[in-house]
């Protein structure tokens, strides 16, 4: 049976489900994430309180990230079910963690298993940035190895972001999950997906320029940069 709740017909609830649906097929169709995974969450505060809009479970494997916007549920802070006939992502254990413990700063959550960030989540390895665009998140850390849906990658998501809250409120922070994949929290959804993308990228070029220069040739331009761009910056 479908639930009902009157904030699903909430202006806000109703744009903000079809913008979820919007977001998960760029996010697939643009590799940033695949059928095996990855969900979305957007907070939407209302008069009569807030709402999450999350992605179903099962969106990359049965539906292709083809989602209508009656297929984004809609949850509570707590986890409740408000609306929607699927059942919630299963990692909505580090979703609510996030919205509840930072949701001052940032609206929306992205949890992605972007192809080339991937690489470094296999190779449990922090991602420096080497872009101009990317200097905003910082080195992107990895967190100790928790299982896919624990409570435990909730706590090892949380603790990393902790501390990034400037740069959730700039644009977003992330963090990597060993073995399995990036979690972003942004200051609003659109926030959360450019910095998913621009996160790929820089580690796309990591890996492309690897082929061609020598981790230490990188590093030492990494440092010539560094010390260029902050001649400007004053
Ligand atoms: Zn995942």
Not at 17 to 30: C, P, S, T, Y
Not at 79 to 85: P, Q, R
Request: with cysteine; hydrophobic share 45%.
């Amino acid at each position: 049976m479908t639930l009902v709740h009157p904030l699903i017909d909430h202006p806000a609830v109703i744009a903000m489900r079809q913008r979820v649906a919007e977001i998960g097929a760029l996010l697939f169709d643009r590799f940033l994430t695949d059928a095996g995974g990855g969900n979305i969450t957007a907070r939407v505060r209302t008069d009569a309180g807030d709402v999450l809009c999350m992605s179903p479970r099962y969106s990359g494997s049965r539906h292709l990230w083809r989602l209508q916007p009656d297929d984004v549920m809609v949850i509570g802070l707590d986890g409740a079910i408000l609306a929607g006939a699927g059942s919630i992502s299963r990692e909505s254990k580090v979703h609510l963690r996030l919205h509840n413990e930072f949701g001052a700063h940032g609206s929306a959550v992205i949890h992605a298993h972007s192809r080339n960030t991937l690489v470094f989540c296999a190779l449990n390895r922090p991602m420096p940035p080497v872009l101009e665009q990317t200097r905003k998140f910082g080195t992107i850390p990895v967190v100790s190895y928790a299982p896919a849906h624990s409570q435990d990658l909730a706590d090892n998501i949380a603790a990393a972001i902790r501390g990034s809250e400037a740069r959730i409120e700039k644009q977003a922070a992330a963090a990597l999950a060993p073995w399995h994949g990036v979690f972003v929290i942004g200051k609003d959804l659109e926030a959360a997906y450019d910095a998913v993308e621009r996160i790929d990228t820089n580690a796309y070029i990591l890996l492309m320029g690897g082929r061609a220069a020598s981790d230490a040739d990188f590093s030492a331009e990494r440092a010539n940069l560094e010390a260029a761009v902050r001649r400007y910056s004053g």
